[in-house]
């Protein structure tokens, strides 16, 4: 199983610039994809930034332009830089690791970090 730990949420005002980081145990050549997700209260869980083994990236359109997901395999972490916050960014985030497992892909989730914009 995959361990992920992550690093770098808090507390910024509006316009501010977080930078988040998942660093995980496993072999990046068993990794399917990675990325972040996010729940605020009240609302769903949701898909943040996802890059895949090959490099592709998804964003979700609300963080378009101003997130930017990258990848380290050597250092074998994520990171997610977060800029110009809005208080609607507020959530926890949630790293993922999709893990290929013989013919499955299972799903690793991180503890969480709290990230808090306030306007």
């Known amino acids: 199983q995959v361990q992920l730990v992550e690093s770098g949420g808090g507390l910024v005002q509006a316009g501010g610039s977080l930078r988040l980081s998942c660093a995980h145990s496993?072999?990046?050549?068993?990794?399917?994809?990675m990325g972040w997700y996010r729940q605020a209260p009240g609302k769903q869980h949701e898909l943040v930034a996802r890059i895949t083994f090959g490099g592709a990236i998804t964003y979700a359109d609300s963080v378009k332009g101003r997130f930017t997901l990258s990848r380290d395999d050597a250092k074998k972490t994520v990171y997610l830089q977060m800029n110009r916050l809005k208080s609607e960014d507020t959530a926890v985030y949630y790293c993922n690791a999709e893990v290929v497992v013989g013919t499955e892909i299972i799903n690793s989730w991180g503890q969480g970090t709290q990230v808090t914009v306030s306007s």
């Open positions: 496993g072999s990046p050549l068993s990794l399917n994809a």
